[in-house]
């Protein structure tokens, strides 16, 4: 039997006695409330420690409503509308939730905002447009007729959006959160005055859980109180006229609104960032940072551990961010929804430990008839199991309301199965590094290591459409035996590309930041790249890599991937790809059409020493290249599943000219992986299907074990 602990409840009155029995049988020592929920004294004294929640800028009401001029903001866009006639009338509010923002009038509109003729690009003079407050309209003359034109507005948060979140999901019925703004001195006294009353009479909390810090990520609703626009990266609400006045005396120059709005594109981590962004949240970061220090030392000080959920209102307190080891956090919680999610947790520096949330939540969107939570919880372990070998967290948990998981019997089972393997797996590697690849892996974006485990990332595992060809990449590496960096462009000028690095990986559509885009005509980047490989570095790219069109090119290391792009300029020039018909070492254990995703069209061999491995009628799929000493391999898309997996990991040994130390805790069959933990002398075998499995394993002497698992099952044996 494990022993117990490492798992955090969450408790509500009225259930003090099957409260108990879940704690036994889930083994938990940590209980917690949530959005909705108190914890009672009984409850308390059944655990080792007790969580409380805390919201530093949401809650208080009545300081909310006293301080109206002290909200949060949002910079938000109107709909463009196309001009008919000399004047346009433009309805700034339409499709917005008029119970969570509202136009702000109390500043200068002419200062603070900005109409734009969306053809041109050109702000229009202030003095040739009006705004009527009864009607919330901006009229705007001597326009062009057929243009289109748009009004970037400051507007004020009249309902906190994770509250929003909540009371919808959960049919609320109770008031709304209003959001106050720390930047403004007397909310931010308000608020550290209001922590230590709150640290008073919470003697019996030993983890505040900060949910999070001071401002949300970007979440904005539509009039029909449905999710309008969600950026888990933005930084839109943490805009404020004191805010930009205290920036442009920082920074010596002053942002405009369209800063923020970015043609409608509100700064979504996938355009490539401006310097005027990029400013922004360093500048907000380090004032979030700050604060969000002098809180810590404040809960500290009253002898109580900080954890901070990594969620909510996280704007600022970025954990890859060079700010946030200055916090002095004891911990950091996030919720798991597959294997990136797991390692974005727990490779998070500079806290004592780490700690997870598990899906499903318990919330009613799950929870009901029909529901199935059961399903939702295996596949959220088999995903998130393959990372916690790789980089553990310390902790696990669930969020939600118990009250709802205890009416599915066969979930409670589950759990108390997934928090005993869990247990196990810390029992068993006893703090020891598992296994890694003699090379690093280093994906190359406009974002680098502050992004780190996030490219094409939303939240819980959520990719937006047509990101899934991308985001499978990630999922397959976090339950690797690999060290992974994230490196920016600004990285490889700064500092050129580290020695332990084998293998670059940049996957992503053109234009995008996680392509590129115009990074890709900078001479020093290519030519450091091109250098590398030359001399035996490997390069891998998915989708639209080192895509931008210039100089007759559009994959601008065509030379390095042997595959070329097709864009409409060259139609008139004939191509001729070349499947190759023997095996290769990619693809030796490839017995099923390789799923490709959405997949790329139009991409053709470039020179003849290319080799295509793969293609969809005319279209190269799967391509690789010798260059110089080095390697690469073009792949037109890769989505998560077992096969794609092991397609990547032969990939990557072989663009890192390592063939030959592949099968090292190797295994036979793809829905199988090993994980050794050498200093221990243990290794893991895991089942990530469904249906009973049998493999060898090669171990690392070159030696092998036959092992048979049931579905979902693993086996631990000694070296």
């Not at 049919?171 to 106050?180: C, F, L, M, T, V």
């Not at 006045?245 to 920074?251: G, L, M, V």
């Not at 890599?545 to 139609?571: H, I, M, N, W």
Request: hydrophobic residues 35%; proline residues 4%.
């Amino acid at each position: 039997m494990i022993d117990k602990g490492r798992v955090t409840l969450p408790a509500e009155e009225g259930l003090e006695t099957k409260i108990a029995n879940i704690i036994d049988r889930w083994g938990a020592d940590a209980v917690r409330d949530s959005d909705g929920t108190k914890l009672t004294p009984e409850v308390k004294h059944m655990a080792s420690k007790v969580y409380s929640k805390y919201f530093f800028t949401r809650g208080d009401q009545e300081w909310a409503k006293a301080n109206p001029d002290e909200r949060q903001h949002f910079y938000l866009m109107s709909e463009p509308i196309t001009a008919h006639s000399e004047k346009v009338l433009i309805p700034i509010m339409k499709g917005y939730f008029d119970e969570q923002v509202i136009p702000d009038t109390d500043h200068d509109i002419k200062k603070w905002w900005e109409v734009i003729d969306r053809t041109t690009g050109e702000v229009i003079p202030t003095e040739h447009w009006t705004y009527n407050e009864e009607t919330k309209e901006v009229a705007i003359y001597r326009v062009k007729k057929w243009h289109i034109y748009t009004v970037n507005f400051l507007a004020y948060q009249l309902w906190d959006p994770v509250h929003l979140y909540n009371h919808v999901t959960n049919q609320w019925d109770s008031e709304h959160h209003i959001p106050y703004d720390p930047r403004y001195p007397k909310t931010r006294k308000h608020i550290l005055d209001n922590l230590k009353t709150w640290l008073d009479d919470h003697e019996d909390t030993d983890v505040v859980r900060i949910t999070t810090f001071f401002y949300n990520f970007t979440l904005v609703f539509n009039d029909a109180a449905e999710q309008k626009y969600v950026d888990w990266f933005g930084y839109g609400a943490t805009v404020s006229p004191l805010a930009l006045q205290a920036f442009e005396k920082e920074k010596g120059y002053k942002l405009r609104p369209e800063d923020f709005v970015d043609e409608g594109y509100y700064n979504s981590p996938f355009r490539t960032p401006s310097k005027q962004f990029l400013d922004w949240i360093d500048f907000q970061q380090r004032f979030i940072s700050e604060l969000a220090k002098e809180c810590v030392d404040i809960i500290h000080d009253y002898g109580k551990e900080a954890m901070m959920f990594l969620g909510d209102h996280w704007a600022g307190t970025e954990p890859y961010g060079k700010y946030f080891k200055d916090i002095g956090l004891d911990a950091v919680v996030g919720s798991v929804g597959d294997g990136v999610t797991l390692r974005m947790i727990s490779d998070i520096p500079h806290v004592t430990y780490t700690e997870g949330r598990f899906l499903p939540y318990f919330f009613p969107d799950t929870f009901k008839e029909g529901g199935d939570p059961v399903g939702e919880a295996n596949q959220n372990w088999l995903q998130a199991r393959r990372a916690i070998l790789q980089s553990p967290i310390q902790r696990m948990g669930y969020g939600g309301y118990l009250s709802l998981a205890l009416k599915f019997p066969d979930f409670v089972d589950r759990v108390e199965e997934i928090t005993d393997e869990f247990r196990e797996i810390h029992s068993n590697s006893k703090g020891t590094n598992a296994y890694k690849a003699p090379f690093k892996v280093a994906i190359l974006n406009s974002w680098g290591g502050i992004r780190k485990w996030m490219s094409h990332h939303v939240h819980h595992a959520i990719w937006y459409k047509q990101c899934y060809s991308y985001y499978g990449i990630l999922e397959s590496l976090s339950g690797m035996p690999f060290d992974v960096d994230f490196i920016s462009f600004d990285d490889i000028k700064k500092h050129g590309i580290p020695d332990e690095i084998g293998v670059i990986i940049n996957a992503g559509d053109a234009n995008t930041a996680w392509s590129g885009g115009k990074a890709w005509v900078d001479e020093e980047v290519v030519s450091t790249i091109k250098e590398w490989v030359y001399n035996g570095g490997g390069f891998i790219g998915v989708g639209e890599p080192t895509a931008y069109q210039s100089q007759g090119r559009f994959f601008q290391l065509s030379d390095v991937l042997g595959v070329q792009k097709e864009t409409g300029y060259s139609l008139n020039t004939n191509k001729y790809n070349t499947l190759y018909d023997k095996n290769h070492f990619i693809l030796e254990e490839q017995h099923t059409p390789i799923n490709f995703g959405e997949g790329m069209k139009n991409v053709y061999q470039a020179n003849s020493e290319a080799v295509v491995l793969d293609m969809d009628d005319s279209d190269v799929t799967l391509a690789v290249n010798q260059f110089g000493s080095g390697r690469s391999v073009y792949i037109a898309g890769l989505p998560f599943s077992p096969e794609n997996t092991r397609l990547l990991l032969r990939s990557m040994y072989w663009v890192a000219s390592q063939e030959n130390l592949l099968k090292k805790w190797y295994t036979s069959n793809v829905q199988i992986e090993c994980v050794a933990f050498p200093e221990v002398g243990s290794f893991v075998v895991i089942n990530n299907s469904y249906d009973t499995q049998q493999t060898t394993v090669w171990k690392d002497n070159g030696s092998k074990v036959d092992v048979t698992l049931e579905p979902m099952g693993y086996k631990w044996f000694e070296i």
